[in-house]
């Protein structure tokens, strides 16, 4: 096996960040906990909300993002990969520099300290290490690298990603989300936590 997962929002765990930087920002007001997609929604319905909401986004995922943490199970998945000498890719479709912020953070750069910081790059081998997370951009470039690498399993948080035309056949296709989702024709498999996920896997 050779296992590939996309980066946001699969791996790293965005959404108390959204929802405290929203509310510094004064765009939001909450009593409790919002996932990612309420907090967008919320920003989206304010005046010029769009630009707000990529503006929102640069900030999450380059300034704020090691306040950010791994879901709940991902680095026991990737542990029991290396015990099991499968090799785990990265590869993630995102941009170099976000367009709606005046400073300028590399995205790519940020992400990867992130993996350093949270200690994915210290889980042994073959599983982690800095020549095995690709981010690529468009998204044809991410389904190039996933062919490329021969992934015989791909985890994405995106339903859109999975039913792309120019997705590798033959790859077993896993999406992670707690939304309730589901495959009506059975393209790929719906796991709503990482346990889930292994437990597909193995």
């Known amino acids: 096996m050779r296992i590939g997962i996309d980066f946001d929002n699969t791996i790293i765990d965005y959404s108390d960040i959204f929802t ?5 920002l004064g765009w939001i007001k909450v009593n409790t906990k919002k996932t990612k997609q309420q907090v967008r929604d919320a920003v989206r319905e304010l005046p010029d909300g769009e630009i707000k909401w990529r503006k929102l986004q640069g900030l999450v995922y380059g300034k704020f993002i090691n306040d950010a943490m791994p879901f709940d199970g991902v680095m ?3 542990k029991r990969c290396a015990s099991e000498n499968i090799p785990v890719f990265v590869v993630s479709h995102k941009t170099e520099y976000a367009e709606t912020l005046e400073e300028k953070i590399n995205l790519r750069e940020v992400s990867l300290n992130w993996f350093k910081v949270k200690g994915f ?8 290490d800095e020549n095995k997370i690709f981010f690529e951009n468009p998204r044809e470039n991410k389904l190039r ?4 690498l021969q992934c015989t399993h791909f985890i994405d948080d995106l339903k859109d990603v999975l039913l792309e035309p120019e997705f590798p056949k033959n790859v077993t296709r896993i999406l992670f989300s707690s939304n309730n989702e589901h495959c009506d024709d059975g393209s790929f498999k719906v796991c709503r936590h990482w346990s889930e996920i292994e437990e597909l896997v193995f």
Do not use: S, V
Not at 20 to 24: D, G, P, S, V, Y
Not at 145 to 148: S, T, V
């Open 20 to 24: 405290k930087q929203a509310c510094n």
């Open 76 to 78: 026991e998945f990737i």
């Open 145 to 148: 690298r996933i062919n490329e």
């Open 121 to 128: 790059l210290d889980l042994g081998k073959p599983c982690l």
